[in-house]
């Protein structure tokens, strides 16, 4: 995970790769996949994601943000935030997800 941190109007938020070209990426980065691995499957939308975390006991949250997909557990204060575009999904989020379910998923070059 590499990106600058950024303090603006009291928001911390990360910024990825800031020297990527238009389309967000740099010459020597490498994209990410989240991968399930009790199947060893990646992760490549979120209809597949979406029932992954529900056997996993996630619940969808609807009192967020519209913007956002957001999953929660009973048993837990966790809470996932993931955007609605799936072309926003990034290294940021596969992480998120990496330490709310320890031991189920991992993050990988691709």
């Not at 603006?8 to 990426?25: F, M, T, Y």
């Not at 994209?31 to 029932?51: C, F, N, W």
């Not at 935030?81 to 596969?94: E, G, Q, R, T």
Request: no cysteine; charged share 20%.
């Amino acid at each position: 995970m590499s990106g600058v941190w950024v303090f603006k109007n009291g928001v911390i938020r990360l910024i990825e790769n800031p020297q990527a070209d238009s389309n967000g990426r740099l010459g020597n980065s490498r994209r990410k996949v989240l991968i399930y691995l009790p199947t060893g499957q990646a992760v490549s939308s979120y209809s597949l994601l979406h029932e992954i975390l529900t056997s996993l006991g996630w619940e969808r949250y609807y009192g967020g943000d519209p913007e956002l997909f957001q999953f929660h557990k009973r048993s837990s204060i966790d809470l996932i935030s993931l955007p609605k575009d799936y072309a926003k999904f990034n290294s940021v989020h596969m992480y998120d997800i990496v330490i709310k379910n320890p031991n189920l998923f991992h993050v990988r070059d691709v």
